[in-house]
């Protein structure tokens, strides 16, 4: 997982990756620290998604960027497209079965 620290390093990491995933979270959000692990072990069934993770703290900046309200957010990038976003409380095997979907479209 590659931490970025702006917003032009976000855009990059979307536009140079084919299949990007970006996990978007808080310093004191207990919810995206209880998810981030069990969505880094879930992609790890699909190897050509590159994962990223961006503080908002630290990139304040990115909430407007993206059209961000609430973390975590979860935002699937193919070919520089959104095509999956879920926040708050997300429902893992509902995502896995969406990803899985796009993931064998796309690979």
């Known amino acids: 997982m590659k931490d970025l620290h702006s917003i032009e390093e976000v855009d990059n990491f979307i536009e140079v990756n084919r299949l990007s995933f970006i996990y978007i979270s808080r310093t004191n959000c207990g919810v995206c620290h209880a998810l981030l ?22 990139v304040e900046a990115i909430a407007g960027h993206l059209s961000i309200f609430t973390v975590p957010v979860l935002l699937l990038y193919v070919d520089g497209k959104e095509m999956i976003r879920e926040a708050r409380f997300v429902q893992m095997e509902q995502l896995q079965d969406k990803i899985s979907r796009i993931y064998e479209f796309n690979t």
């Open 37 to 58: 692990p069990k969505v880094q072990e879930m992609l790890t069934q699909f190897p050509e998604i590159r994962l990223a993770h961006v503080n908002v703290d630290d």
